[in-house]
């Protein structure tokens, strides 16, 4: 009896044609330590590099120890790996199998042990013989070389592995090879089947593994293809009916069909089998038309699951007792080696059962699960075990199915469902384990705990080597959905209450089957609420199992629904065991969100599911009784990848039919060959075959020469070994040193007849892989390897060794003749009538035969490339842009670059051939580069040999890529200078041809210990200069740190063994800032007394404020060549992070000190300054934090002398903003950026804390971040010095809705408001925006101008709204309320905020009063202005002043002004006007119609595709055309006019109830002269009535979309703006504090369109000036805009915005006087027009002191 039994798992892929591995040991079995008598291992096509070793019965227990070796010719060339010895131990007790892993050269052993049941020894196992069958054999082992067969015996020499391979033209080869390719697989099955009883089980398993798929249970979704009754349809074949619907079920998502019981059957369902292998006499069809059907299904890659029902056997025959337990072998007569292996007797019945003789050995399964129609089999009998085992590997090789469902587990052993697993090697198995449930006298018990233990106790029975059907689940499910009891959907610990609760990698969940539901109805999921048990388990973790009639027989509808589900399912990703959060579980509700983070959210029930959040979320499918929504995140990534995978499964459907094709080509040609043609053929051949013998023969000469010279030299240096060991070791050691290259073929130890399959396998690897950019991965295209030697084409590339495709690379999948380490070489793209594209670099080197194959970026050529550097003139995307294929790829690149050097180059052609499309690939690429600089992504040797030099050249192109790239904006620069540290040195000292040899110099001195020099020589010197990597300098570091500890060494070495240490930590950039400081002192004087102060406060520890003066100055000492030398951008990288401690420490100290005070106003400023000439110095908007410094140094004298003045306080306050501004805007970038990263560490396998640490200190630790704390704590200071509240009341008031949370204003037209209304927190406004109706408050992180469109809007239609700058002021009123609770929210005109929750009454009752029509102040639509069509020419405004309906209100109020102008004190521009009926004339076609119908159908069904349709509808106006007497009216009506401001004029706008200003556009600055420009402008204005926001805002005033509503345009002369300007907007009583004794004004530097837009961010100044005399005037604030809209002669341009030399900013009486002037002209006219009037204008400060006040137009102000 053995003790154990071993198979060995070898993972070695460093083996030449010829060689093998072999496992050799101190057991006699593994040969004794003799590599001839040691246990061979093979390997496949399919599994290499894993080698597997037949099963190795071992006599004894106890610790056995072994090594790998691969081998040529009888042992010569042995390459016994190093270290120590491996070890295994064997126990005893029993046999069992222990299966061994383990790599080749590398340490380490895993065991993995499993009891067998029903092991017997095999290498016993003597062959059946087998009947005349003629055995098929195309492979042939001679010699190292494998020869390729025809079948009449000749040999296919252009098909041997033989250097004239190289002759044969690739394209040629390949199509024979895919000739080949489609019966592969069905002869390595028939191979397998006719020798499985004659190979030992492991063998067999081993190489079935090649021809299995291993399902995936993430992506598994099993259909049951029948029903009770299918056996009687299609006339006797079923499988044909399945087979119609492949496709069908294919592109549902379904990936596995369950098919009925295929053996002959007593009963004709298959539920009572009589002759296993007779597949003929099912009722469901015969074995051809089953071998079909799975050849379809594999076809669309559907998998095959058989009906194993085994539990029971019915008998041919009776016994001499009449019971019928006779059992015979019918249907597999032909096959004489499976003769009798189905014949039992009673013997095979389980004892008890009323078909036993009484012969058999055990009784029924731990359950007692009798079945009294058919015998019960004995699944303990070896025979039993045998016969089966046999039968379902028939199954599988024979027949093509892939996984198995067993039927009635509960009647025999768990166990044995797993040996039958483990023999057969499904894709995957599940077991149909149908027990009670629990009831009490209620019915169905909630806790089913045991229920679903049972489960999982089988499946461990199992060894986890078998799922189980979901019993549990069903039951519940059902019930809950029955009865209304989704309680029950929720266990006591708040998890699903079946097995996908607790083992959902385990649990196959199901609704029905052909037991439960059709004809036979035993336990039935309710029929009405099918969809919903199917939206619960297509959406939750499990193997989901849907059945037939569902799918096939319930109609369109249903199954529609159900592919709905499916699709959501795919598009989500939601792995098996999916994360479930049960939100409610109600008696009428159930809500949970699967995945995490989540991806799916479903609610079942009666009740509704309400709306989810429309930032996160968005609608997937819906029923009655149950919502899906599916994350966009999720949605975007999903839909991307199902089309991926349609157009490959277009593509693999287009090269079938091309391949069938050119096969059939290929036989009729062949065909019509004639007789003469194949003898030359076979002479040929002939010739050749000598030619390779006698190539043979010499190299088995050469072979034995080098043999011979190796054991010489094996022997002269065992005998010059200086103690015992190594002399016994000597043996071993010449072994090793035997040049493997030029061993003798070799044929491992011949195995028994048993153990081997019949036929060798040739194995084939790729020795080269190619991946080309996509922009030059065309179809057209063919790639070819181009070097030296003859066989790579001699550098011609019409002769060189052609590449194939192969899943996305180029592979050369043979090494060519002659080709060896070193060999130089290139790659080439060939396409037709094009020149050869050759790779711009330097020649490649060939690998060395033991290095790992890679793949390869092209370098595309220099003289093609564009001349600009790398990434200059492109702009990154988007952050949020998807990353998933960058991911996946970098993931994908870096498993295949082993090396340091190799990872470097992964950047360096990203960023060379402009691969970088996004910022968050280029935070990605930031994260990559940093794990692998830290160790977290560790480094390999890849086998070459380069020297440091290699990798600093590519660390230098990454850098000279990174700053083109970080020219383009601030994200750019801040995540490339944070990916510069990682980079290694490319200083003149390493990027010389032999860097580092101080360590060479090092490791051959004599005054160190041997050890340690031979420690240093090979573990530091020759690493280095072979392949360096980061993981040397820790190496490095602990020996420096071991010299130190010891002592004793000399003081030579001591030194120089740490000045190399200083000089590799320089080379992977690990000098701190104190190193690097020293150095730049060294190489430049000018920049020593900077160094020096700095290291002097830093080591003293002076003031953190001292420190940050002298790092400054150091920082401007060396600014100039940061960009252009290396050393000086790691300086200041080191300064710029040492300044964020800084900043950090004197932050600390101001927010606890003495705020207020002079010198805490000192300290506060002086810091800012110094923390914004960082940011200026890190290039983060230079200019911009320039200009703030300079505004924040101005006022640090005011606010240090004495009680700083309001005015002063106002000042700080908008420059504060406007540092915030930069600080935001950046942050917001970045948190964008680095959201990928998360992904891309959980596809490098990461640490997710590591990742979650390095995404947080890159958003926060940075100066940028201290920027900001230090801005918010001066803006706060100095609004409470000014006596400002800190929020801006746009419309004062109370307002009560539910709380909802977006992120921009816009957003909340595209999600479902609450009928009660709401109340909206968000981030982002534009002031362009229309409030949608329900709207009752809305709060914006952001300042606002009180006069924009949106807060006019917002007090007209009497919606409370606030605004602030202070991020926390706004997150801490946020954090106190959740979304959809009811809330108030309080806005005092004051700017006192508050928000508290709301009672349900209080919500309800001011819903009542804030009805749901739409929002204008009366229930009623306001009524439009007048309209006349009459007028075909244009007008002079001041002509139609009294006349409205002939162009609009605002064309008659121009002509208002022009008459009021001279008596009021102010300037007026002449205006033309172009009347309502030119455009209702000019704008027509189908095209406009066509499109407005359009936009009215999504109007009217609140389509999300609103915009979309508004943007047809303009795009139709603007092909329309203004006629030609309109244009030359416009320039004859002003002859003297450069530009003109072209304007809308609408009549609905400037209404009773309705301003509209701001909805339509102002086109500025056109040239008056230019005919085109004029056209373009009139078009543009016209089609601005169908802005979004214009269309949203009639539609929320229940306005007409078009029908009675026209545009006229008012056409002015633009001011002159010789001077200073300020563009104003006043209002003749201050509207928002309901005051008429006021008038409220805000101005700008320059045009008005920055105050009435809102699109620029930033505040205005805003004044309320007293009508009463002595005018008093208030300043609430000045202004913060950075840039200014200036008229100029290209058209308007913003400009920057300094304020220190803003008259308006620095006088505080000149900004009074001006209030005060703009004031008394909006009284004028206030009473000129005999309303409250808001108008628009512009004030000129002409030179010599006169000043003008413009107005260009004016319009009641129109209040909610």
């Known amino acids: 009896m053995a003790a154990g039994v071993l198979q060995f798992r070898v993972e070695c892929g460093s083996t030449k044609p010829g060689e093998a591995v072999y496992v050799v040991g101190s057991a006699p079995e593994l040969g004794t330590w003799k590599i001839e008598q040691g246990v061979p291992c093979i390997t496949t096509a399919q599994s290499f590099p894993m080698w597997t070793s037949a099963d190795v019965a071992l006599k004894s227990a106890g610790k056995v120890e072994f090594k790998v070796v691969v081998a040529g010719s009888e042992g010569h060339g042995a390459k016994w790996e190093g270290g120590d010895n491996k070890k295994v131990d064997v126990a005893s007790g029993g046999a069992q199998l222990t299966v061994v892993r383990c790599a080749y050269g590398k340490p380490g052993v895993k065991t993995e042990s499993q009891k067998l049941a029903g092991y017997t020894e095999q290498p016993k196992e003597e062959?059946?013989?087998?009947?005349?069958?003629?055995?098929?054999?195309?492979?042939?082992?001679?010699?190292?070389?494998?020869?390729?067969?025809?079948?009449?015996?000749?040999?296919?020499?252009?098909?041997?592995?033989?250097?004239?391979?190289?002759?044969?033209?690739?394209?040629?080869?390949?199509?024979?090879?895919?000739?080949?390719?489609?019966?592969?697989?069905?002869?390595?099955r028939e191979r397998l089947n006719m020798n499985q009883r004659r190979m030992a089980s492991g063998s067999l398993l081993q190489e079935m593994t090649k021809i299995t798929d291993f399902a995936d249970p993430s992506e598994t979704v099993m259909l049951q293809a029948f029903n009770w009754?299918?056996?009687?349809?299609?006339?006797?074949?079923?499988?044909?009916?399945?087979?119609?619907?492949?496709?069908?079920?294919?592109?549902?998502?379904?990936?596995?069909?369950?098919?009925?019981?295929?053996?002959?059957?007593?009963?004709?369902?298959?539920?009572?089998?009589?002759?296993?292998?007779?597949?003929?006499?099912?009722?469901?069809?015969?074995?051809?038309?089953?071998?079909?059907?799975?050849?379809?299904?594999?076809?669309?890659?559907?998998?095959?699951?058989?009906?194993?029902?085994?539990?029971?056997?019915?008998?041919?025959?009776?016994?001499?007792?009449?019971?019928?337990?006779?059992?015979?072998?019918?249907?597999?007569?032909?096959?004489?080696?499976?003769?009798?292996?189905?014949?039992?007797?009673?013997?095979?019945?389980?004892?008890?059962?009323?078909?036993?003789?009484?012969?058999?050995?055990?009784?029924?399964?731990?359950?007692?699960?009798?079945?009294?129609?058919?015998?019960?089999?004995?699944?303990g009998n070896k025979k039993v075990q045998e016969s089966i085992k046999i039968w379902?590997?028939?199954?599988?090789?024979?027949?093509?199915?892939?996984?198995?469902?067993?039927?009635?587990?509960?009647?025999?052993?768990?166990?044995?469902?797993?040996?039958?697993?483990?023999?057969?090697?499904?894709?995957?198995?599940?077991?149909e384990l149908w027990l009670d449930m629990n009831y009490d006298d209620n019915g169905l018990a909630y806790n089913q705990d045991k229920h679903r233990q049972d489960a999982i106790n089988w499946i461990n029975a199992t060894g986890k080597a078998s799922t189980a059907f979901d019993f549990t689940t069903k039951g519940i499910l059902q019930e809950a959905v029955r009865n209304c009891q989704y309680w029950r959907l929720k266990d006591s610990n708040g998890k699903p209450p079946g097995l996908l609760g607790w083992m959902p990698t385990h649990a196959v969940t199901f609704l029905d089957n052909h037991d439960t539901g059709s004809t036979q109805a035993h336990w039935p999921f309710p029929n009405d609420k099918v969809m919903i048990g199917y939206a619960y388990i297509l959406t939750h973790p499990g193997i989901p199992s849907i059945f037939w009639d569902h799918v096939c027989d319930w109609g369109d509808d249903v199954r529609n629904r159900i592919k709905d589900l499916l699709r959501l399912r795919r598009e989500s990703g939601i792995p098996v065991n999916a994360k479930v959060n049960i939100l409610s579980a109600d008696n009428d509700f159930y809500l949970a969100e699967i995945g995490e983070p989540a991806s799916l959210r479903v609610a079942l029930g009666p009740r509704g599911a309400g709306n989810a959040d429309g930032n996160y979320w968005q609608d997937g499918a819906a029923g009655n009784g149950y919502r899906v929504w599916i994350s966009k995140a999720a949605k975007t990534k999903g839909t991307a990848k199902l089309q991926a995978d349609a157009a490959a499964k277009e593509k693999a459907k287009k090269e079938e039919a091309a391949t069938a094709k050119a096969h059939a080509e290929e036989a009729a040609a062949a065909k019509s060959r004639s007789a003469a043609e194949a003898a030359a053929h076979k002479a040929e051949e002939v010739r050749k075959l000598e030619e390779f013998r006698k190539e043979e023969e010499a190299r088995k000469k050469a072979a034995a020469k080098a043999k011979a010279a190796a054991d010489a030299a094996a022997e002269a240096?065992?005998?010059?070994?200086?103690?015992?060991?190594?002399?016994?070791?000597?043996?071993?050691?010449?072994?090793?040193?035997?040049?493997?290259?030029?061993?003798?073929?070799?044929?491992?130890?011949?195995?028994?007849?048993?153990?081997?399959?019949?036929d060798s396998t040739a194995t084939t690897t790729a020795c080269l892989k190619l991946r080309l950019p996509k922009n030059l991965d065309k179809d057209s295209i063919s790639v070819v390897v181009c070097g030296e030697l003859p066989s790579l084409g001699t550098w011609n590339p019409a002769s060189a060794a052609s590449m194939q495709r192969a899943d996305g690379l180029w592979i050369l999948s043979q090494t060519p003749a002659g080709v060896g380490a070193g060999t130089l070489f290139k790659y080439v793209i060939i396409e037709a009538g094009s020149q050869p594209k050759w790779e711009g670099r330097e020649n490649r080197h060939w690998r060395e035969a033991e290095a790992p194959t890679v793949v390869n970026i092209f370098d595309s050529t220099s003289n093609e490339r564009p001349k600009k550097p790398a990434g200059q003139g492109k702009k990154l995307g988007d952050a949020n842009a998807a990353i998933d294929d960058f991911v996946a790829r970098v993931a994908e690149e870096n498993e295949d670059r082993v090396s340091y050097r190799l990872k470097l180059e992964l950047p360096k052609i990203l960023l060379e051939e402009d691969q970088l499309n996004s910022l968050r690939e280029l935070a990605c690429l930031q994260a990559y580069l940093t794990f692998v600089a830290s160790g977290q992504i560790s480094c390999k040797e890849d086998?070459?040999?380069?020297?440091?030099?290699?990798?600093?050249?590519?660390?230098?192109?990454?850098?000279?890529?990174?700053?083109?790239?970080?020219?383009?904006?601030?994200?750019?620069?801040?995540?490339?200078?944070?990916?510069?540290?990682?980079?290694?040195?490319?200083?003149?000292?390493?990027?010389?041809?032999?860097?580092?040899?101080?360590?060479?110099?090092?490791?051959?001195?004599?005054?160190?210990?041997?050890?340690?020099?031979?420690?240093?020589?090979?573990?530091l010197q020759n690493k280095l200069h072979r392949c360096a990597d980061p993981g040397d300098l820790v190496k490095l570091d602990q020996l420096v740190e071991r010299i130190d500890r010891e002592g004793g060494y000399s003081e030579g070495f001591v030194k120089e063994i740490h000045i190399f240490q200083v000089e590799l930590r320089d080379f992977f950039n690990a000098a701190g800032l104190d190193d690097s400081a020293r150095q730049i002192a060294r190489e430049d004087a000018s920049a020593r007394p900077a160094v020096d102060r700095l290291l002097w406060a830093k080591g003293e520890g002076a003031d953190p404020f001292d420190q940050?003066?002298?790092?400054?100055?150091?920082?401007?000492?060396?600014?100039?060549?940061?960009?252009?030398?290396?050393?000086?951008?790691?300086?200041?990288?080191?300064?710029?992070?040492?300044?964020?401690?800084?900043?950090?420490?004197?932050?600390?100290?101001?927010?606890?000190?003495?705020?207020?005070?002079?010198?805490?106003?000192?300290?506060?400023?002086?810091?800012?300054?110094?923390?914004?000439?960082?940011?200026?110095?890190?290039?983060?908007?230079?200019?911009?934090?320039?200009?703030?410094?300079?505004?924040?140094?101005?006022?640090?004298?005011q606010m240090t002398q004495g009680t700083p003045a309001n005015f002063a306080a106002l000042r700080l306050a908008a420059t504060m903003d406007r540092a915030l501004r930069i600080c935001f805007k950046l942050q917001a970038s970045l948190e964008d950026a680095y959201a990928g990263v998360p992904k891309l560490g959980e596809a490098l396998n990461i640490d997710s804390h590591a990742v979650s640490v390095f995404v947080e200190a890159e958003l926060r630790a940075s100066v940028l971040f201290q920027v900001s704390k230090l801005a918010q704590l001066a803006m706060q200071q100095a609004k409470v010095t000014a006596g400002l509240p800190l929020w801006t009341a746009i419309s004062a008031g109370t307002g009560v809705g539910r709380c909802m949370f977006c992120n921009a204003l816009s957003e909340s037209w595209s999600r479902p408001l609450p009928a009660e209304g709401a109340v909206i927190f968000c981030n982002e406004a534009s002031g362009d925006e229309e409030v949608p109706n329900l709207v009752r408050g809305v709060i914006v992180a952001r300042d606002l101008p009180v006069l924009s469109h949106l807060a006019l809007r917002a007090r007209q239609l009497g919606v409370i709204f606030a605004c602030t700058s202070e991020m926390p002021l706004f997150e801490k009123l946020r954090a106190g309320v959740k979304e959809k609770d009811a809330v108030k929210l309080v806005v005092d005109a004051s700017g006192a905020v508050r928000i508290g929750k709301a009672s349900e009454n209080e919500l309800v009752s001011k819903a009542d009063k804030?009805?749901?029509?739409?929002?204008?102040?009366?229930?009623?639509?306001?009524?439009?202005?007048?309209?006349?069509?009459?007028?075909?020419?244009?007008?002079?405004?001041?002509?139609?002043?009294?006349?409205?309906?002939?162009?609009?209100?605002?064309?008659?109020?121009?002509?208002?002004?022009?008459?009021?102008?001279?008596d009021i004190g102010f300037k007026a521009p002449k205006g033309l006007a172009i009347p309502f009926g030119v455009m209702k004339l000019a704008v027509k076609g189908k095209e406009f119609d066509a499109a407005l119908a359009d936009l009215q159908t999504s109007l009217q069904s609140n389509?999300?595709?609103?915009?979309?349709?508004?943007?047809?509808?303009?795009?139709?106006?603007?092909?329309?055309?203004?006629?030609?007497?309109?244009?030359?009216?416009?320039?004859?009506?002003?002859?003297?006019?450069?530009?003109?401001?072209?304007?809308?004029?609408?009549?609905?706008?400037?209404?009773?109830?309705?301003?509209?200003?701001?909805?339509?556009?102002?086109?500025?600055?056109?040239?008056?002269?230019?005919?085109?420009?004029?056209?373009?402008?009139?078009?543009?204005?016209?089609?601005?009535?169908?802005?979004?926001?214009?269309?949203?805002?009639?539609?929320?005033?229940?306005?007409?979309?078009?029908?009675?509503?026209?545009?006229?345009?008012?056409?002015?002369?633009?001011?002159?703006?010789?001077?200073?300007?300020?563009?104003?907007?006043?209002?003749?009583?201050?509207?928002?504090?309901?005051?008429?004794?006021?008038?409220?004004?805000?101005?700008?530097?320059?045009?008005?369109?920055?105050?009435?837009?809102?699109?620029?961010?930033?505040?205005?100044?805003?004044?309320?000036?007293?009508?009463?005399?002595?005018?008093?005037?208030?300043?609430?604030?000045?202004?913060?805009?950075?840039?200014?809209?200036?008229?100029?002669?290209?058209?308007?341009?913003?400009?920057?915005?300094?304020?220190?030399?803003?008259?308006?900013?620095?006088?505080?009486?000149?900004?009074?006087?001006?209030?005060?002037?703009?004031?008394a002209v909006a009284v004028g006219i206030e009473k000129g027009y005999g309303a409250p009037m808001d108008m628009e204008g512009v004030v000129l400060e002409r030179a010599g002191g006169t000043r003008e006040i413009h107005l260009v137009q004016a319009r009641p102000i129109v209040e909610g």
């Open 1108 to 1197: 940050l003066l002298h790092l400054t100055e150091l920082r401007k000492a060396v600014a100039s060549k940061v960009e252009s030398e290396q050393n000086y951008l790691r300086l200041d990288v080191e300064l710029d992070k040492y300044a964020f401690i800084l900043l950090s420490q004197i932050e600390g100290g101001l927010d606890s000190g003495n705020k207020g005070s002079a010198d805490w106003w000192k300290r506060l400023l002086s810091s800012l300054v110094f923390a914004l000439a960082q940011t200026q110095l890190t290039g983060l908007s230079p200019d911009e934090s320039a200009t703030v410094s300079r505004e924040a140094e101005s006022l640090v004298s």
């Open 717 to 758: 240096e065992a005998k010059a070994a200086a103690d015992e060991k190594a002399a016994a070791d000597a043996k071993t050691t010449a072994a090793k040193a035997v040049d493997s290259a030029a061993s003798a073929p070799f044929v491992p130890p011949a195995r028994a007849a048993a153990d081997a399959p019949d």
């Open 229 to 379: 009754e299918s056996h009687k349809a299609g006339k006797g074949d079923w499988y044909s009916i399945v087979g119609s619907k492949v496709e069908m079920l294919s592109d549902m998502g379904i990936t596995d069909l369950w098919l009925p019981p295929c053996s002959a059957s007593v009963a004709p369902q298959g539920y009572l089998p009589s002759q296993l292998f007779n597949l003929d006499g099912s009722k469901y069809g015969n074995k051809e038309s089953l071998k079909a059907l799975l050849k379809k299904m594999h076809g669309s890659g559907l998998r095959g699951v058989a009906d194993i029902v085994i539990n029971h056997r019915c008998g041919d025959k009776q016994d001499s007792q009449g019971r019928w337990n006779v059992f015979t072998s019918t249907g597999i007569e032909h096959r004489t080696s499976f003769a009798g292996v189905m014949d039992w007797q009673g013997w095979a019945v389980t004892l008890g059962d009323k078909f036993s003789d009484g012969t058999g050995e055990r009784g029924p399964g731990q359950y007692d699960g009798k079945f009294d129609a058919a015998p019960d089999i004995d699944h």
């Open 1410 to 1462: 804030n009805s749901t029509a739409p929002a204008t102040s009366s229930s009623e639509a306001p009524k439009l202005g007048a309209l006349s069509l009459e007028g075909d020419k244009v007008l002079e405004a001041i002509d139609i002043a009294d006349k409205s309906q002939i162009a609009g209100g605002k064309a008659a109020s121009s002509g208002k002004l022009e008459k009021f102008a001279k």
């Open 1503 to 1719: 389509s999300k595709d609103i915009e979309a349709k508004a943007l047809a509808v303009r795009t139709a106006v603007e092909k329309c055309q203004v006629p030609s007497a309109i244009i030359d009216g416009i320039k004859s009506g002003l002859p003297d006019a450069e530009r003109v401001a072209v304007r809308s004029s609408a009549n609905s706008e400037d209404l009773e109830n309705v301003s509209g200003a701001g909805l339509h556009d102002s086109v500025l600055g056109v040239d008056a002269k230019d005919s085109s420009s004029l056209q373009k402008a009139v078009l543009q204005v016209w089609s601005s009535m169908f802005t979004l926001r214009a269309v949203q805002s009639r539609h929320a005033a229940a306005m007409p979309l078009y029908e009675g509503i026209a545009m006229g345009v008012l056409v002015q002369p633009m001011v002159s703006l010789a001077g200073s300007a300020y563009a104003f907007i006043a209002f003749s009583k201050d509207a928002v504090a309901r005051n008429d004794k006021a008038v409220y004004i805000e101005l700008c530097i320059g045009l008005g369109e920055t105050l009435a837009s809102a699109n620029e961010p930033g505040t205005p100044y805003r004044l309320v000036v007293q009508k009463e005399a002595p005018h008093d005037v208030t300043i609430y604030s000045l202004a913060s805009f950075s840039y200014g809209l200036q008229d100029m002669a290209g058209g308007p341009q913003r400009v920057p915005v300094d304020y220190t030399k803003e008259r308006l900013s620095t006088d505080e009486g000149f900004l009074v006087k001006i209030a005060q002037e703009v004031a």
């Open 392 to 431: 379902m590997r028939w199954l599988r090789l024979e027949v093509g199915f892939d996984a198995w469902r067993f039927d009635f587990v509960k009647g025999y052993g768990a166990e044995f469902v797993g040996f039958y697993c483990n023999k057969t090697e499904p894709a995957w198995a599940v077991g």
């Open 943 to 1019: 086998g070459r040999h380069n020297r440091p030099c290699a990798a600093a050249n590519a660390a230098k192109a990454v850098t000279e890529a990174l700053w083109e790239l970080a020219k383009h904006g601030d994200a750019e620069m801040f995540i490339a200078r944070r990916i510069f540290p990682s980079l290694p040195s490319f200083s003149d000292e390493f990027t010389c041809a032999v860097p580092m040899t101080r360590i060479r110099d090092i490791a051959h001195r004599n005054d160190i210990p041997k050890d340690m020099k031979l420690y240093i020589k090979h573990e």
């Open 127 to 188: 062959p059946l013989k087998e009947g005349p069958e003629q055995k098929r054999s195309f492979l042939k082992h001679n010699s190292s070389r494998h020869l390729m067969m025809n079948q009449d015996g000749s040999t296919n020499i252009e098909m041997s592995r033989t250097p004239s391979i190289m002759l044969i033209d690739p394209n040629e080869l390949h199509a024979e090879a895919a000739k080949q390719e489609e019966i592969l697989v069905e002869l390595e």
